[in-house]
C-alpha cells in the first residue's frame, strides 16, 4: 500500500461517482470518519494533524500533511464534483436526493 500526497492522482484511481460516493467522500474527509466506502483517520505530529483516506477497493491511501492540504482537497472535490452553490454541498446533496425521488 502506497502513500499518495497528489490529491489529483488518487481521485482519479479512486474514481469517485455518483452524488451520493461524492457526498461520502467530503463527509468521511471533513469529520474523520467512515462514510460510505471511504475512512478517514487523523493523527496528530508537532506541528497540528495529519490525514489518511482510504476507499474501499483501491489499495493506495491518500496522505493530507496538514490542515490547509485537507480544506484543499475538500474545495478541489466541491468544485470538481458538484455544482453547489455557495459552496454548501449538505444543500447540494439535499437538492440532489430531492430531485431523484419519483412520488
Known amino acids: 500500500m502506497a502513500k499518495i500526497t497528489n490529491f489529483e ?4 484511481g479512486v474514481n469517485p461517482h455518483g452524488d451520493e460516493d461524492i457526498y461520502d467522500l467530503y463527509n468521511s474527509v471533513s ?4 462514510s ?3 475512512y478517514t483517520s487523523k493523527e496528530v505530529k508537532n506541528d497540528g494533524y495529519e490525514y489518511f483516506v482510504k476507499a474501499d477497493g483501491f489499495e493506495d491511501e491518500l496522505h ?5 492540504t ?3 482537497f475538500l474545495n ?3 468544485t470538481t464534483y458538484t455544482d453547489a452553490s455557495e459552496n454548501d454541498i449538505d444543500k447540494w446533496y ?6 431523484g425521488r419519483t412520488d
Do not use: T
Request: charged fraction near 45%.
Open 76 to 78: 478541489h472535490v466541491k
Open 9 to 12: 492522482d488518487w481521485l482519479a
Open 94 to 99: 439535499e437538492m440532489k436526493k430531492e430531485l
Open 64 to 68: 493530507l500533511d496538514s490542515d490547509e
Open 36 to 38: 460510505g466506502r471511504y
Open 70 to 72: 485537507k480544506f484543499a
Open 31 to 34: 469529520n474523520f470518519e467512515g
